[in-house]
């Protein structure tokens, strides 16, 4: 559903607006972790990544975590204070950070963020980043990644 509202803000945008698509205007996700991997039940995983821009300068991020089962949200950090960030667990399978401060253009913005999984088994998190500035990303594939994880069940 996601993907089909930014096509047609896309389609929408470059019609009514004249907004243009630039081959260098690039939002990648790249390097994402878990650890510990396997982790016990009722503790938590913790994922890790990097996110580059191709340029130009990106205001408006959205980096969005979606799980396949309930999970509790910790905590988010980003240490290389490249871009500020708030952000809110908007369901039990959804972690949803937008970006209070600039991502320059050839810049990078490494973040971590913590969950508690609710459920054993394998826990699959999707994660996209996004912008909704004028100049829009053309190249989507690389906007997500797929990461899972193996959630023990701790012994009686």
Request: aromatic share 12%; with cysteine; proline share 4%.
């Amino acid at each position: 559903m996601r993907l089909f509202r930014y096509l047609l803000f896309i389609i929408l945008s470059t019609f009514f607006l004249n907004i243009t698509l630039h081959a260098d205007s690039d939002l990648t996700l790249t390097n994402v972790t878990d650890a510990p991997d396997p982790q016990y039940l009722g503790q938590d995983v913790t994922y890790s990544a990097y996110m580059d821009n191709g340029g130009p300068t990106k205001t408006f991020i959205t980096l969005t975590a979606t799980y396949d089962q309930n999970v509790t949200f910790v905590n988010f950090t980003s240490p290389g204070v490249e871009v500020d960030w708030t952000c809110t667990a908007t369901s039990a399978t959804v972690v949803e950070c937008n970006s209070t401060g600039q991502l320059g253009n050839a810049k990078s913005s490494e973040f971590s963020f913590s969950v508690t999984p609710s459920t054993h088994g394998i826990l699959t998190a999707k994660f996209e980043i996004f912008s909704t500035e004028a100049i829009l990303d053309p190249f989507l594939g690389d906007n997500n990644i797929t990461k899972t994880t193996e959630i023990i069940k701790v012994a009686d």
